[in-house]
């Protein structure tokens, strides 16, 4: 009677071993995956009518283009307070007179946005000119970063290989921001999230994303050269090949933000 009991014990066990094996293959944070399927169940969309909260560890998505992105959301563009110079989604003034930057073009606010919304800071892009009085701001965004309790890091050599260590291994760093010129000579901000198995291999997530055959992709890999300088491939490799990097940039929570 005993064996027969620790038999079926045994079978109950061995059928239970394949769903633990599985709960196991779920990353457990968003410097672990290494698909993009993976990557996408750490981004915080928002709801159809409205928009949604921060919440550390994911990233709230930020669309920076109003036309064919069911996922942009103005809210996050117009502030707090009732100004039309606040009001990011705004092309031009209210004597008709263009404004030289609108959420269409802003995609280092959006990535700077997204990157603070992973360490539980809220801070929308409209929301920055109302905090700092000033509808237009160069990057990195040193005031906002004051204000909202984080600090740009410094790196004073391997800076990409620096950065994205301390996103990896340190829970208080943002992913790693890169800002590019692609080969037709536009300028871009992406998010680098993810480290991937293969050399140099990354996902990025960006504010605008890219078309393929009628679908949207957020995030999609790129491969860096060997000392991080240029993007030579990727899954856009049309669009993105021979893209230099120019700036590089992380933040982390102060002392006083601490606590995730």
């Given at each position: 009677m005993k064996r027969w009991i620790c038999g079926l014990l045994s079978v109950l066990l061995m059928a239970l071993l394949p769903v633990t094996g599985m709960a196991e293959t779920a990353p457990a944070s968003l410097r672990r995956v290494q698909t993009v399927e993976e990557a996408e169940a750490f981004l915080l969309y928002p709801p159809e009518d409205g928009v949604t909260g921060v919440q550390a560890g994911y990233i709230r998505l930020v669309s920076q283009q109003s036309v064919n992105d069911p996922m942009f959301r103005a809210a996050y563009w117009q502030g707090s307070v009732d100004n039309d110079d606040f009001d990011l989604t705004r092309r031009a003034n209210r004597y008709g007179y263009p404004y030289p930057f609108h959420a269409g073009n802003m995609c280092t606010r959006a990535a700077y946005s997204m990157a603070l919304s992973y360490l539980g800071v809220d801070a929308a892009p409209g929301e920055m000119s109302v905090l700092t009085g000033v509808r237009d701001m160069d990057q990195p965004y040193d005031e906002v970063s004051e204000l909202v309790g984080v600090e740009r890091v410094e790196a004073v050599s391997d800076v990409f290989d620096t950065l994205m260590d301390n996103y990896l291994y340190k829970k208080n760093y943002s992913p790693v921001y890169i800002y590019i010129r692609k080969p037709d000579g536009?300028?871009?901000?992406?998010?680098?999230?993810?480290?991937?198995?293969?050399?140099?291999?990354?996902?990025?997530?960006?504010?605008?994303?890219?078309?393929?055959?009628?679908?949207?992709?957020?995030?999609?890999?790129?491969?860096?050269?060997?000392?991080?300088?240029?993007?030579?491939?990727?899954?856009?490799?049309?669009?993105?090949?021979?893209?230099?990097?120019?700036?590089?940039?992380?933040?982390?929570?102060?002392?006083?933000?601490?606590?995730?």
């Open positions: 536009q300028l871009h901000a992406l998010l680098v999230i993810a480290k991937l198995k293969e050399p140099s291999s990354y996902l990025v997530l960006d504010s605008s994303g890219m078309w393929l055959h009628g679908k949207q992709h957020r995030i999609y890999s790129v491969v860096f050269n060997r000392i991080r300088t240029e993007i030579i491939n990727g899954e856009f490799r049309t669009d993105f090949a021979g893209s230099q990097v120019l700036r590089v940039y992380q933040w982390r929570l102060m002392p006083e933000k601490k606590g995730r």
